[in-house]
T-cell receptor, first 115, second 115 residues
Framework: DVKVTQSSRYLVKRTGEKVFLECVQD?????MFWYRQDPGLGLRLIYF???????EKGDIPEGYSVSREKKERFSLILESASTNQTSMYLC??????????????FGPGTRLTVT | AQKITQTQPGMFVQEKEAVTLDCTYD???????LFWYKQPSSGEMIFLIY??????QNATEGRYSLNFQKARKSANLVISASQLGDSAMYFC????????????FGSGTRLLVRP
């Protein structure tokens, strides 16, 4: 069974803090993704990575950065958290080769509140 | 630009009845894929069904079927014999067939199954 884990289910941070959200997958997937989910907007792609140290901006990268030093781990960083970054954050992974590339496996999500 | 539209923010269905969740999409690509994901209250995204743009048959997975009408650019999800456990958010998504396989999501439909 593919497993995607996220470091926290719930997180409360103060405005201006640096926030790290961690995601780990155990299926040797090349692709990893960070999404943000807001009511009425669905999921929106923040950043994705198709290889170690490789990253590309998604649709809403402003205010975020990412890090992928190891294949299994993809971190989302909020350099200076703001209240408009209060949201549910979902990590996902998928194959690029060697499997069905279109099926993304999701983690349980991190509900971040910035006060 | 590619876009997914789900016009039903919320729906009710009686247990054991069938229900159709609407999804329309917009793309200029000839080759693309369409998905449905289920998100229970626990938050994880569960892959339900996939339809490729060149697939001649409508996709089916158990009680789920995808009513794919290419000319109308619609990919409606049909759930037969609804169960209480089907109560969840449902997201329609489209894959971009480039090297990253990024997904574009609709805003979601919340389905509530009544006993």
């Amino acid at each position: 069974d593919v497993k995607v884990t996220q470091s926290s289910r719930y997180l409360v941070k103060r405005t201006g803090e640096k926030v790290f959200l961690e995601c780990v997958q155990d299926m040797d997937h090349e692709n990893m993704f960070w999404y943000r989910q807001d009511p009425g907007l669905g999921l929106r792609l923040i950043y994705f990575s198709y290889d170690v140290k490789m990253k590309e901006k998604g649709d809403i990268p402003e205010g975020y950065s990412v890090s992928r030093e190891k294949k299994e781990r993809f971190s989302l960083i909020l350099e200076s958290a703001s209240t408009n970054q209060t949201s549910m954050y979902l990590c996902a992974s998928s194959y690029l080769t060697g499997g069905d590339p279109y099926e993304q496996y999701f983690g349980p999500g991190t509900r971040l509140t910035v006060t | 630009a590619q876009k997914i539209t789900q016009t039903q923010p919320g729906m009710f269905v009686q247990e054991k009845e069938a229900v159709t969740l609407d999804c329309t999409y917009d793309t200029s690509d000839q080759s693309y894929g369409l998905f449905w994901y289920k998100q229970p209250s626990s938050g994880e995204m569960i892959f339900l069904i996939y339809q490729g743009s060149y697939d001649e048959q409508n996709a089916t997975e158990g009680r789920y079927s995808l009513n794919f009408q290419k000319a109308r650019k619609s990919a409606n999800l049909v759930i037969s014999a609804s169960q209480l456990g089907d109560s969840a958010m449902y997201f329609c998504a489209m894959v971009r067939w480039d090297s990253s396989y990024k997904l574009i999501f609709g805003s979601g439909t919340r389905l509530l199954v009544r006993p």
